[in-house]
């Protein structure tokens, strides 16, 4: 099923808290869904923003919120039983390839529009996942795959960034001769998705990344969300290596509420309010 | 090619203002997807958020929006006008104030910045204090089209709202004022959509502006109206999502056809698309579109004018005063 017209109304199931940061709402509906596309949750009263769904079965479906700005504390703090809009799902999500030899980076809680992706993608992927600290990261023992973790304090795994173990597992590749990476997912920070795109272009290995930009409509009309010429919502939030060269926006600039182009620093300043 | 108010256009249709136009990259995208004129979202005097969400719903047979004008505010585009001055498209800079003097103000810093034509929105409905105001009143219209005429260098369009009482008068006091062209209509309302679980209107604002093919009835008589009231050409848009639909619009009146909730329903390539099945239609029926602008009115039409809007701007500056 869709949503795609007037938000339809759903009880929250069931919440699940997994740190003081991050919840995870569950809604006993079926939905038609591509990992990687999102929905616009709608608090009456509050506000609509879109989210990404992070768990999906036939039966139901579930969006993870990180407590950061007035609507996300708002939205953890919503209890079964409560009632959300939701519209969507929106997007075109991830193309999906059946390869052994992928990589899978994930950035704090861009771990979860790559949640559903890691469970279809065989399982022997290279999969990375970077955090400030422990406590940051999402879904400690969700998946059969082995993750690579980095924090930035070195609470869990190595110390660092998560493009330093891609680099070195690149390199690794290519000097034992394994098969190279034929697809490289990522979804964090901008900043962290611009280092990814840049390292795989340097080992020309095809990359696809999940973008954020604020949203109104959903469906690719408003024009809010437009990063160069590609409108986010609807020709993304994914994009390809081949599309991410020609948008001189990535990693660079991103429109505010108002309309306004400001550097993305700024946005993301903004964004956390 | 065509020629609208003496500049080439591609084709006859237009982005309609406040779809997709928020940065020179997207409207240059839009122009090669076949639309002939693209229209940029109303730039007001101020930086403005708009409302909260949700601002923008589909309803299936049209939308209902009040996402509320938001605008960096022309003082805060300079990257914007920048890269527009190296565009290799038609421009319409659609612009709203709060008052006359708010409107001269944007109009004239517009103006310098060289569009090809400048649009005033006197018809939104989902500001308080902006817009539709302007738009349902004779005098009101007069007053801000002929001091807006008098700022700026590029042709004039006064974009108009299907809530004024007689939209054909209201035409008529802006083409007294000097308006080079009509454009009709805005969205219509406004509307309102409650959820009767949640027991409350779901947009934000609780009240928007209806477009798409469920006003198409309404932007049709509209644009019929203004026809016989006026003798400027008139873009003629609401519903339109079809080659067709633009076929009865240029039949209502219109000069060109303007698309804005198509691109919900059809994605970018509508312009294209609807571009192919006018074309088509027109060479099946063995006509042309100047030949068709106003056939819908019969014999009662009006004098064609400058209907198809051939002359050049210059040109018809010096027509100025005379009948």
Redesign the interface.
């Known amino acids: 099923m869709t949503f ?4 339809v ?1 759903l009880k929250v199931a069931e919440k699940t808290e997994h740190n003081p940061y991050f919840a995870t709402l569950f809604f006993n509906c079926p939905i038609d869904f591509h990992p990687g596309q999102f929905i ?1 949750l ?1 608090i ?6 879109p989210y990404t769904i992070s768990f999906h079965t036939p039966a139901r479906f579930g969006i993870t919120i990180e407590a950061k700005g007035i609507f996300s504390r708002r939205a953890v703090a919503l209890s079964p039983g409560d ?1 959300v ?1 939701i ?1 969507g799902p929106f997007g075109n999500g991830f193309d999906i390839i059946s390869s052994p030899h992928v990589a899978v980076v994930a950035g704090g809680c861009g771990m979860a529009p790559l949640a559903p992706l890691v469970e279809r993608l065989n399982p022997n992927l290279f999969f990375i996942h970077g955090a400030r600290t422990k406590q940051f990261i999402l879904y400690p023992d969700r998946f059969k795959a082995k993750r690579h973790f980095t924090t930035d304090d070195g609470s869990l795994g190595q110390k660092g960034f998560v493009t330093d173990l891609l680099e070195n597992e690149m390199k690794h590749r290519t000097e034992k001769s394994l098969p190279s990476f034929d697809m490289v997912y990522a979804c964090g920070p901008e900043i962290m998705m611009h280092a990814v795109f840049t390292l795989c272009e340097t080992h020309g290995i095809a990359c696809q990344v999940s973008l954020e930009r604020y949203m ?9 969300c ?1 990063c ?2 590609r ?1 986010v919502c ?1 020709d993304g939030p994914v994009f390809t290596s081949e599309q991410l060269e020609k948008m001189a ?1 990535f990693n660079r600039t991103a ?7 400001v550097p993305l620093d700024d946005y993301v300043t903004w964004r956390c309010q | 090619m065509i020629s609208f108010l003496g500049k080439k256009l591609q084709n006859p249709l237009v982005l309609a203002s406040g779809i997709l136009g928020n940065s020179a990259d997207i409207l240059a995208r839009v122009h090669d997807a076949g639309c002939g004129l693209v229209t940029m979202k109303s730039i007001g005097p101020a930086p403005r958020d708009g409302h909260k969400n949700p601002t923008v719903i589909d309803m299936g047979g049209g939308m209902i929006n009040a996402v509320g004008l938001p605008t960096p505010g022309y003082a805060h585009m300079d990257a914007e006008w920048q890269a527009l001055a190296n565009r290799k498209f038609p421009l319409n800079a659609s612009i709203y104030g709060g008052s006359v003097e708010e409107f001269v103000r944007v109009a004239r810093f517009v103006s310098d910045q060289g569009p090809d034509f400048i649009e005033i929105n006197i018809s939104c409905p989902n500001s308080d204090c902006h817009g539709m105001l302007f738009g349902v009143d004779e005098k009101s219209a007069f007053a801000v089209t002929s001091a807006v005429k008098k700022a700026i260098d590029v042709p004039l369009i006064a974009k108009l709202t299907p809530a004024a009482p007689d939209i054909g008068r209201i035409a008529k006091a802006c083409e007294d004022a000097g308006a080079d062209a009509i454009c009709a209509i805005n969205t219509a309302g406004p509307g309102m959509v409650i959820d009767i679980e949640a027991k409350m209107p779901v947009l934000a604002f609780k009240k928007g502006g209806l477009s798409g093919p469920m006003i198409k009835p309404i932007a049709v008589r509209c644009v019929y109206d203004i026809f016989a009231a006026v003798s400027i050409p008139v873009i003629g848009l609401g519903g339109i999502t079809t080659g067709e639909d633009a076929v009865e619009m240029f039949m209502a009146g219109a000069t060109l056809a303007g698309m804005g909730s198509a691109v919900r329903y059809r994605g970018i390539q509508v312009f294209d698309q609807v571009n192919q099945e006018l074309n088509t239609w027109l060479a099946e029926h063995h006509t042309t579109r100047d030949a068709i602008i106003g056939t819908a009115h019969g014999s009662a039409r009006a004098d064609m004018g400058d209907r198809a809007g051939t002359t050049p701007f210059a040109a018809r500056e010096d027509q100025k005063g005379t009948p």
């Open positions: 795609d017209q007037k938000p109304m616009m709608w009456p009263g509050i506000d609509e923003k009632l809009g519209r109104r409509c959903g469906f690719g009309v408003c024009g809010a437009v160069s010429d409108v609807t926006d429109l505010l509420k108002s309309g306004r182009a």
